[in-house]
């Protein structure tokens, strides 16, 4: 097949609104609602099936025939057949010669058989031209018309032509094609519906156990040690309080968390002096889970907001201004307004409105109808410059809701810091790191390092 027709196909305006009839071997599950889908976008279906006799379930108006005769009446057909059964279509070899054959198959586990099941077809029948689609899109989608998680369609095969047909159908269907490629590809795109968040992993469990410790570490200083020492019960800061300390601090250590890969990246570089040896899998893995950290910073961020905004709602909020209101008139004495408190707290606050606003923004170009549509300039612009700029109003926001209060005694309960101290260490090691990579004695070498300069060139042998 010459491969450069299909630009020419790609190209060709379609004159007529008639559609080619498509055959669909197999009235399984899959089967009938790629028929359905398809019947409505137009396309004439005809079934090829074990057995010629019309259920309720098989979609109005298609036709089913044995598989022979129904290969006959279409150029291409797809195999809504488990992987298991491709043997019987080898007598119908000469029939399938030449025709475009869809392979949607999926398996129970990842990498389950040597070969993908789309090669395997092809070996079977080397005479058809086989494409691997559609085994992202559930039958359920499908019929329900719910599409919303899957409108993608991968689409691999050898025969450039026969690729650009099968696009064609799935484009007519509503959904969007995406090329990924030769039928090496097919593994990658079968293994794709057996993954669960896979780049979630590791920042899902980073955040549950720090999460927990954090939890438990407030728990310790906050309620029983203040039952221990001071006879308070403030078990109900279980609801509210220790959650609104436990979340700004995941937010901070985790957008730092973010950007420690990076650093760790220039260092590596730096002391090899050259970018051409592979990182460590564990610094790869960090940092094609960067995205999904920052992600789960940010909703921590936003809980913090929520919590802190019902702050004035809360029973403890009001007993504690009215406390201290009764004490006033007790020792008939007005407090004056302190002004460095009241600079403060308004500092506190305009810091992490700003961060959290800058937080927000990360979020959004992060999302992939807005990082299409900029440059890679501007989406590095965003994802470090103000991704940084980010980090440091978090930690000035941190820092200075401490104050000097991170120094008194008394935030050193059974002499434990507290859980923002703690907080500050990973983004202050972060900011402080990049403030000397940004140095221009340190920032030229890596720059060059970058564009390819080598300090040993033998370490790119
Ligand atoms: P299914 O409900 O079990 O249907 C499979 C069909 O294959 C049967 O209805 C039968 O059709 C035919 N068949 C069964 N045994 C056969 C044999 N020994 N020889 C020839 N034909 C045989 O399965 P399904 O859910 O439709 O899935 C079909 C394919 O689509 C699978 O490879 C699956 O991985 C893939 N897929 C399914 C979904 C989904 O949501 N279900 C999503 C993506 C991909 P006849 O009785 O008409 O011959």
Redesign the pocket.
């Known amino acids: 097949m010459n491969k450069n027709s299909s630009n020419t196909m790609a190209l060709a305006p379609n004159t007529s609104n008639k559609r080619e009839t498509v055959c669909i071997?197999?009235?399984?599950?899959?089967?009938?609602?790629l028929g359905h889908k398809m019947i409505q976008s137009g396309y004439p279906v005809v079934?090829?099936?074990?057995?010629t006799q019309i259920s309720n379930l098989i979609p109005k108006d298609a036709e089913?025939l044995g598989?022979a005769e129904a290969a006959q009446k279409a150029a291409i057909i797809i195999?809504?057949?488990?992987?298991?059964?491709y043997?019987?279509?080898t007598p119908l070899a000469e029939v399938l010669r030449g025709k475009v054959l869809v392979?949607?198959?999926?398996?129970l586990k990842l990498n389950q058989y040597p070969e993908s099941?789309a090669e395997y077809l092809a070996q079977l029948l080397p005479g058809s031209k086989v494409v691997k689609a559609?085994?992202?899109?559930?039958?359920?989608?499908?019929q329900s018309g719910t599409l919303d998680a899957s409108r993608q369609v991968f689409v691999c095969g050898d025969d450039v032509e026969a690729k650009q047909m099968v696009m064609n159908i799935v484009r007519a269907l509503g959904l969007t094609p995406l090329d990924k490629g030769s039928l090496l590809a097919a593994q990658e795109i079968e293994n794709y519906?057996l993954q669960l968040f896979p780049m979630w992993r590791f920042p899902m469990f980073l955040s549950l156990g720090l999460t927990a410790f954090f939890f438990f570490y407030c728990v310790a200083l906050d309620i029983i040690y203040t039952y221990i020492y001071e006879n308070n019960d403030f078990s109900f800061f279980i609801a509210i309080t220790i959650p609104n300390r436990v979340c700004p601090v995941m937010a901070l250590i985790l957008l730092a968390l973010v950007y420690v890969p990076g650093i760790f990246a220039a260092i590596i570089q730096l002391y090899r002096g050259t970018k051409y040896r592979r990182f460590p899998d564990w610094l790869d893995k960090w940092m094609l889970c960067r995205k999904q950290l920052g992600l789960i910073a940010l909703a921590f961020a936003s809980l913090h907001v929520v919590f802190t905004l019902v702050t004035p709602l809360r029973a403890f909020a009001s007993w504690r201004t009215g406390k201290g209101i009764i004490s006033q008139a007790l020792n008939n004495k007005t407090e004056p307004l302190d002004h460095t408190k009241a600079w403060l707290s308004d500092s506190y606050l305009a810091l992490g409105i700003l961060g959290f606003f800058l937080f927000v923004l990360l979020g959004i170009t992060s999302l992939p109808s807005v990082s299409n549509n900029v440059n890679w300039r501007e989406f590095r612009f965003v994802q470090s410059k103000l991704g940084y700029m980010a980090l440091i109003l978090c930690t000035a926001h941190t820092m200075v809701y401490g104050g000097k209060w991170f120094l008194s005694p008394s935030a050193y309960k059974w002499y434990l810091p507290n859980i923002y101290i703690l907080s500050l260490i990973v983004p202050c090691a972060v900011l402080v790191v990049k403030f000397v990579l940004i140095f221009p004695c340190v920032d030229k070498p890596l720059t060059q390092i970058r564009q390819g300069w080598e300090r040993n060139p033998k370490y790119s042998e």
Do not use: E, K
């Open positions: 071997f197999g009235t399984g599950d899959f089967g009938r609602a079934y090829g099936s074990r057995s089913v598989h195999i809504a057949i488990q992987r298991q059964h043997n019987f279509l392979d949607i198959s999926n398996n099941n559609f085994n992202t899109v559930s039958a359920w989608a499908l519906p």
